[in-house]
């Protein structure tokens, strides 16, 4: 099978010779197949692409997670404060933590799809460009930084090379070599993430506490 990635053509055979060896043979190196030498080439060629598709993934699955954990928090204390009330009370509670969880399914999108971004799925493009797009317009500035570097490393050429059902193939040959994320960016997302989950929860804070009492 005869594939083109990145410009250099990649035959994958489909059946490896074996050639016998004579029984006096002095030869101490084994063979090495032509497609797999390819293989190494193109996967080094692309191993800093890997590790930028990586730490985007990592960073959407870490701040994913951090939004995500709070509100499933809010929606059970929620769920906790209708038990020591009335049947009303306990309707109102289960209904409040049900629109409460709603909003959980955006960040625990992020978290499927940073990590599939993460183990280089090929069908994780398109929903991490989307994620990005998200994160602009839901999290400015932060978001709209993050959010656009994403959409840089993702819609790059090179990019869609990786994440390609080919290149899927390349990466299974060869086990052996290893790309690396940078773990700076993403521990930047979660202090981001934090420092916004505070500043929300102390605008839910005045916000009830400005309320009017309810009447009796």
């Not at 999290?139 to 490393?153: E, Q």
């Amino acid at each position: 099978m005869v594939f083109i990635l990145n410009g250099n053509v990649v035959e994958l055979p489909s059946c490896m010779s074996t050639t016998a060896t004579p029984p006096h043979s002095t030869a101490t190196e084994p063979a090495q197949s032509p497609a797999m030498s390819t293989f190494e080439q193109t996967r080094r060629e692309n191993l800093k692409t890997e590790g930028q598709i990586r730490t985007v993934g990592t960073s959407l699955a870490v701040a994913g997670l951090v939004v995500f954990l709070p509100i499933v928090g809010a929606a059970i204390l929620k769920l906790i404060g209708g038990f020591n009330g009335s049947s009303d009370e306990m309707g109102q509670a289960m209904a409040g933590a049900v629109s409460i969880l709603i909003f959980a399914l955006f960040p625990a999108i992020f978290v499927v799809l940073g990590n599939r971004l993460e183990k280089l799925d090929p069908t994780s493009r398109i929903g991490g460009i989307l994620a990005c797009c998200f994160a602009i317009v839901s999290a400015p500035p932060f978001g709209l930084i993050f959010g656009i570097a994403g959409l840089v490393v993702l819609l790059r050429a090179p990019s869609k090379s990786v994440l390609s059902p080919e290149y899927s193939q390349v990466i299974e040959q060869t086990p052996t070599i290893k790309s690396r994320r940078s773990w700076i960016i993403p521990l930047f997302v979660v202090i981001v993430a934090f420092i916004y989950l505070v500043m929300l929860g102390i605008a839910v804070a005045n916000a009830a506490a400005n309320q009017p009492p309810r009447g009796f």
